[in-house]
């Protein structure tokens, strides 16, 4: 009877073991460090991709490219664990490229940088070549934080065929009151220069690209941002040209213990989208 109890509780004990490892199990997204290559800037540029734990035995998946801010790289993302669990829990990949400073435009003034080719076209390409990914702006969607805030509203409002859906986390969507600020001079020249230049590259500036229900709209700002009242004032333009859009303010500033919170609503509003 002692060795029968003995068995049983060995038996238990596996199975207790077996389940607590499923459950850790469970959220295992995959997470890369990929070579991509820029035609245009004859250069390979590196990127993270998340993919699903049940990714081999997945069909086609949404994607949802995630741009880092100014100073930050490729990898920054992939250190907010509730990204990884967000692509198990909603079926979908993530795309990190790295935006070398460049505010995501293909620079006017330094021939070197053509990031906006890059991530809209090159890197799309390059993701769509060797992943299982559901090839139209139905499939895809974009957001950033700061830099990457600005340059997710910049390329999906210029590219709604490759984009559906795009989001902005405190994002620079209005430049012009920064003039000196975080190397944007060097890609579009001094304003006091190349005034032009930032007029037509600045976000707030493109909302005539836009038609109702063209493109799914979310955007998220701390109200201790120092790009809150750029933020602010997308909204009202938004707002006067009858374009709907989620917009989402709570108190913040501009730094991670934001981002970390901001993504989530991000990523579900993303999946929403997918799900439509």
Known sequence: MLSKMKFLSRKSALLLITVLLSVFHASAAIVDTVQTYSASMKK???????????YANAKELPVVYLLHGHGGRYSDWSRVKDIQKAVDQYQLMIVCPDGNNSWYWDSPVDPSYKYETYVSKE??????????TIRSPKGRAI?????????????AFRHQDVFGAAGSMSG???????PNNWNMADR??????????WEKNTVINMLHLLTPNALSIIVDCGTEDFFFKVNESLHRELLQRNIP?????R???????YWNNAVGFQLLYMHNYFVR
């Open 172 to 178: 620079g969507v209005d430049i012009r009151p920064f």
């Open 44 to 54: 390979n540029i590196k990127a993270v991709v998340i993919t699903p734990d049940n």
């Open 251 to 257: 108190p913040g500033a501009h730094n991670w213990v």
């Open 143 to 155: 957001s950033g934080l700061s830099m990457g805030g600005h340059g997710a509203l910049y390329l």
């Open 123 to 132: 890197l799309v390409e390059w993701i769509d070549g060797k992943y299982k």
């Open 188 to 197: 579009l020249g001094k304003y006091a220069d190349k005034p032009d230049n």
């Open 245 to 249: 859009h989620d917009y989402i303010t």
